[in-house]
């Protein structure tokens, strides 16, 4: 996973009444009308980028079926959540995630977000996450806030609207896809390598993942985890980034993940080969209000453990 190695500050200019928590509105595109400029703002449309301990990347999004008078959802990785069992070092600091196994599921966890507006005269503003609705690094890196407001009083707000969750499976090599970070308020254009059976990383193991074919519109810096891996076609969520390598390390240790073939041998993924966690096993989780309850049956997604 991509832990962003420098902290964020957060700022007290720009928060919305709306939201309790200050957030971070400085933009460096703020007021301009450069064509570029603008073209970059409406791609980050509706991305979200984390404050707390180490700053993360994910995206405003909603399912098929679930109504707009609902509360808004916002996807990110597991490993930002700020919750769970563990504490891994990171300089002189540590960052709190999910052990192999955890499930964290409907725990109350109150953070601000910045959502990006699309908007040049104010092209961020604040949210807030109040819940944690599910998040885990077992078999997957994945995780779901709920925010205060309905995705219709966001909308009335901002003018933003949320990303669909695509509940496509599988990605031919060279499928074109944008990985946009809120975080870096940058919008990479990549395509799918390959599907990977497993991938390993330090305590955990995530099966499948997409690898993303390295480029150098790819290349992705800490902080980018989280961020929403995006059909260049329609404008669906197939996945979220989950992870790089630093190739810094030993093969399958932190920052340094390797795939694992079939008959359990491991090869070191390359310096900055960035994968890609798919996050379509919710819809398997839906009740009929299109709320996560890993009691549906047939759900997919792991389970807490008693």
Same mark, same amino acid.
């Given at each position: 996973?991509?832990?962003?190695?420098?902290?964020?500050?957060?700022?007290?200019?720009?928060?919305?009444?709306?939201?309790?928590?200050?957030?971070?509105?400085?933009?460096?595109?703020?007021?301009?009308?450069?064509?570029?400029? /603008?073209?970059?703002?409406?791609?980050?449309?509706?991305?979200?980028?984390?404050?707390?301990?180490?700053?993360?990347?994910?995206?405003?999004?909603?399912?098929?079926?679930?109504?707009?008078?609902?509360?808004?959802?916002?996807?990110?990785?597991?490993?930002?959540?700020?919750?769970?069992?563990?504490?891994?070092?990171?300089?002189?600091?540590?960052?709190?995630?999910?052990?192999?196994?955890?499930?964290?599921?409907?725990?109350?966890?109150?953070?601000?977000?910045?959502?990006?507006?699309?908007?040049?005269?104010?092209?961020?503003?604040?949210?807030?996450?109040?819940?944690?609705?599910?998040?885990?690094?077992?078999?997957?890196?994945?995780? /779901? /806030?709920?925010?205060?407001?309905?995705?219709?009083?966001?909308?009335?707000?901002?003018?933003?609207?949320?990303?669909?969750?695509?509940?496509?499976?599988?990605?031919?090599?060279?499928?074109?896809?944008?990985?946009?970070?809120?975080?870096?308020?940058?919008?990479?254009?990549?395509?799918?390598?390959?599907?990977?059976?497993?991938?390993?990383?330090?305590?955990?193991?995530?099966?499948?993942?997409?690898?993303?074919?390295?480029?150098?519109?790819?290349?992705?810096?800490?902080?980018?985890?989280?961020?929403?891996?995006?059909?260049?076609?329609?404008?669906?969520?197939?996945?979220?980034?989950?992870?790089?390598?630093?190739?810094?390390?030993?093969?399958?240790?932190?920052?340094?993940?390797?795939?694992?073939?079939?008959?359990?041998?491991?090869?070191?993924?390359?310096?900055?080969?960035?994968?890609?966690?798919?996050?379509?096993?919710?819809?398997?989780?839906?009740?009929?209000?299109?709320?996560?309850?890993?009691?549906?049956?047939?759900? /997919?997604?792991?389970?807490?453990?008693?």
């Amino acid at each position: 996973m991509r832990l962003w190695l420098v902290f964020l500050l957060l700022v007290l200019d720009g928060a919305s009444a709306q939201a309790q928590l200050s957030c971070n509105t400085a933009s460096r595109f703020k007021g301009s009308t450069e064509p570029a400029v /603008l073209a970059v703002l409406a791609s980050l449309k509706g991305t979200v980028a984390m404050g707390g301990k180490g700053g993360c990347s994910g995206a405003l999004v909603t399912f098929h079926g679930r109504s707009a008078i609902e509360k808004g959802l916002v996807l990110s990785a597991g490993h930002c959540s700020e919750h769970g069992r563990i504490e891994v070092p990171i300089g002189k600091r540590s960052l709190t995630m999910p052990d192999n196994g955890e499930v964290i599921y409907h725990v109350s966890s109150r953070r601000p977000l910045t959502l990006e507006t699309g908007n040049s005269d104010e092209p961020r503003t604040c949210i807030e996450a109040e819940e944690i609705v599910y998040a885990t690094m077992t078999g997957v890196d994945v995780m /779901l /806030l709920q925010v205060s407001e309905t995705y219709e009083q966001i909308q009335q707000r901002t003018g933003v609207t949320p990303f669909l969750v695509s509940q496509e499976t599988s990605f031919a090599p060279g499928f074109a896809v944008r990985i946009p970070s809120a975080r870096w308020q940058n919008d990479r254009a990549c395509q799918v390598d390959a599907t990977v059976d497993k991938l390993a990383e330090f305590r955990w193991l995530w099966s499948p993942v997409l690898r993303i074919r390295l480029a150098d519109s790819c290349a992705t810096p800490h902080g980018v985890s989280g961020a929403p891996v995006i059909r260049a076609d329609n404008n669906e969520v197939i996945g979220l980034f989950g992870t790089a390598s630093d190739g810094n390390g030993a093969a399958c240790e932190l920052n340094n993940p390797c795939e694992v073939a079939p008959d359990g041998s491991t090869k070191a993924a390359v310096r900055e080969q960035p994968y890609v966690h798919f996050v379509h096993a919710f819809y398997t989780c839906l009740d009929a209000s299109r709320r996560v309850d890993l009691d549906v049956p047939g759900c /997919l997604l792991p389970k807490p453990q008693p």
